[in-house]
Nanobody, 114 residues
Framework: QVQVVESGGGLVQAGGSLRLSCAAS????????SGWSRQAPGKPRELVATITKGGFANYADSVKGRFTISRDNAKNTVYLQMNSLKPEDTAVYYC????????WGQGTQVTVSS
């Protein structure tokens, strides 16, 4: 079993930055890939970024060049640095950790004002 807890959301003006953190606990040795997804009101959940245990990252086209995913394996923590935020980035952001199956956090709200 793996548990993940997100933190770092909040309200920011357009053009600003936020850093989200995702702390994993439990059987963290079994985690292979971690990721961030987001869900805006009335829209389906969208995969934003993923990172493998070896550090290979992948991004949705909508965030490429603005968001950076990273991980600290020693701390069992994954980060999402979000720069040049836009109002359309407003959503609940969820962290996930894949260890035989996906484990999800409760989400953290990110609101970008125009």
């Amino acid at each position: 079993q793996v548990q993940v807890v997100e933190s770092g959301g909040g309200l920011v003006q357009a053009g600003g930055s936020l850093r989200l953190s995702c702390a994993a606990s439990g059987s963290t040795f079994s985690i292979t890939t971690s990721g961030w997804s987001r869900q805006a009101p009335g829209k389906p959940r969208e995969l934003v970024a993923t990172i493998t245990k070896g550090g290979f990252a992948n991004y949705a086209d909508s965030v490429k060049g603005r968001f950076t995913i990273s991980r600290d394996n020693a701390k069992n923590t994954v980060y999402l640095q979000m720069n040049s935020l836009k109002p359309e980035d407003t959503a609940v952001y969820y962290c996930s950790a894949f260890a035989a199956r996906n484990y999800w956090g409760q989400g953290t709200q990110v609101t970008v004002s125009s």
